[in-house]
């Protein structure tokens, strides 16, 4: 990506990767993040009266989903193309641009706030900014990969890899939040109490190896190994790796392991 200059800080070129595909994304691949989505609303008892805040909101569905639960929603992320897709699935709901390490919104503004797999083991200071946000008792719910070398649908995030080898490496570090204790030390370093530590049900379905392709290549870490090889070749391995799990009759299927984190804002806490 772009390195961010003067003008540009790291977040703002999030949406090179992110955005260039936001419609395939939205459309393709975040469909299949719905378990993921449902069952976290349902552990947070996510209800009519809730003021809801979703981090890194990507085109929207999570939002969308939770406001259909009656709460009231908000969201933030670092693409403008996707933020485009969530206001238009949700254009009564307050989403913006922006940081997640500078949220514009006052302190104790949410009863719930989520993230999808948008906060990494590289970006644990956006805790901090949930932390702010919540109102004394707020929840929260934060899922991350999990265990991916052990999931069954692991082939579907093989062609990640050829990002160049300093990406792959950094790919590694952000998801390390999944790994036993890491997310609760953050959580807990950050005033959180109440933490769990749950698995979420995940997996992909596709029709044929060339949406599979499709799908993957809308996505921020596919970005990244596509500037290393080029579209065409990224899309003729994944089209490769998926040709290998076909099933007759059967969508491919990829299931991989997700955690998820519920916590709580201590009761006492301040406001401010």
């Avoid at 004394?136 to 579907?156: D, E, F, I, N, Y």
Wanted: charged share 25%; glycine share 10%; net charge negative.
């Amino acid at each position: 990506m772009t390195r961010p200059g003067m003008d540009c800080p790291q977040w703002a070129t999030v949406d090179e990767g992110w955005g260039r595909k936001a419609v395939d994304f939205a459309t393709l691949s975040e469909l299949g993040n719905c378990r993921e989505y449902v069952a976290v609303h349902h552990w947070l008892g996510v209800d009519a009266g809730d003021r809801l805040l979703d981090v890194a909101c990507g085109s929207g569905l999570a939002i969308e989903l939770a406001r259909l639960r009656g709460a009231s929603c908000s969201g933030i992320d670092a693409s403008a193309r996707l933020v485009a897709v969530a206001r238009d699935r949700n254009p009564d709901c307050d989403i913006r641009v922006g940081d997640m390490h500078a949220v514009p919104w006052e302190p104790a503004s949410f009863d719930v706030v989520t993230s999808f797999r948008g906060i990494w083991g590289t970006t644990p200071g956006a805790v901090a900014e949930i932390f702010r946000v919540l109102c004394p008792g707020g929840r929260v719910a934060v899922t991350v990969w999990g265990h991916l070398k052990v999931s069954p649908g692991a082939w579907a995030l093989a062609p990640f890899r050829l990002a160049a080898t300093e990406k792959v490496g950094n790919q590694a570090a952000m998801v390390s939040l999944g790994r036993p204790g890491a997310g609760e030390e953050v959580l807990t370093s950050h005033g959180f109490v109440d933490i769990e530590r749950l698995d979420v049900p995940f997996a992909w379905e596709f029709a044929d190896p060339e949406l599979y392709a499709r799908a993957l290549a809308s996505t921020g870490p596919a970005y990244e190994a596509i500037q290393n090889v080029g579209e065409a070749e990224f899309h003729r391995a994944a089209v490769e790796q998926a040709q290998g799990q076909l099933r007759d009759g059967l969508p491919l299927r990829a299931e991989i392991k997700v955690v998820g984190y519920l916590a709580r804002k201590p009761e006492g806490a301040k406001r401010a």
